[in-house]
């Protein structure tokens, strides 16, 4: 007997001339003398399963947030669940680690849902807001707060003090000033505290002054 029919004697004792129908997700194909699974790819050219009989599904794929260079042009590789989650390979699907979502971990959670006081947005979302440009590649993955009137902060849940024009002619809200520049803002509960001599809600009013 020859080796080449020795070979195929083998492999068909051990995954049947089927290869055990791989597991329904491929086709068995004779490689070298030997069944080997092929398995069914996506619309993309993927692989939708693994496994040497196609037994294990794979996740979606993106580009990995913390992947090692491959080529010289390539810092972000595609890998599964983006470096972000780990695959179940039951389900196909990813599980992703805290502040990650989407279906390869693709994208990244706004701090405390923007405390309900604005909206999750990506960077070339907010880039876009500020009719400014954001050419990074990870404009769609990288995203933050986009605070409603009167709130600030990375999660929108500082509340903005009341403020106006400085009662003594210094910096006020045309400087960016809160509390008129008289005072110092509680972001907790947006109220003034004004500084000594100045008063009013927003500190607008000079007790030197009367």
């Known amino acids: ?108 959670v706004c701090p405390n849902a923007c405390s309900n006081s604005g909206r999750c947005l990506s960077q070339l979302e907010l880039a876009e807001a500020a009719k400014a440009t954001y050419s990074n590649h990870d404009g769609a993955m990288l995203h933050g707060c986009q605070c409603d009137l009167g709130t600030r902060g990375p999660d929108c849940s500082l509340i903005e003090c009341p403020t106006g024009a400085d009662p003594v002619g210094g910096k006020g809200a045309d400087q960016g000033k809160e509390c008129s520049g008289r005072g110092t803002c509680d972001y907790s509960a947006g109220e003034c505290t004004c500084f000594q001599g100045y008063r009013g809600t927003s500190c607008q009013l000079s007790s030197i002054l009367g």
């Open 1 to 108: 007997m020859s080796i080449a029919i020795l070979m195929m004697v083998i492999a068909t004792a051990v995954y049947g001339n089927s290869c055990n129908g791989c597991s329904g997700h491929g086709k068995c194909e004779m490689q070298n003398n030997v069944n080997i699974c092929v398995c069914d790819k996506d619309k993309e050219g993927l692989p939708m399963y693994d496994g040497s009989l196609c037994q294990y599904h794979t996740c979606p794929k993106g580009n990995s947030w913390v992947g090692t260079v491959v080529n010289s042009n390539n810092v972000s590789p595609s890998v599964e669940c983006c470096d972000k989650g780990l695959c179940n390979r039951k389900t196909g699907e990813c599980d992703c680690f805290s502040n990650f979502e989407g279906a390869s971990c693709d994208r990244q």
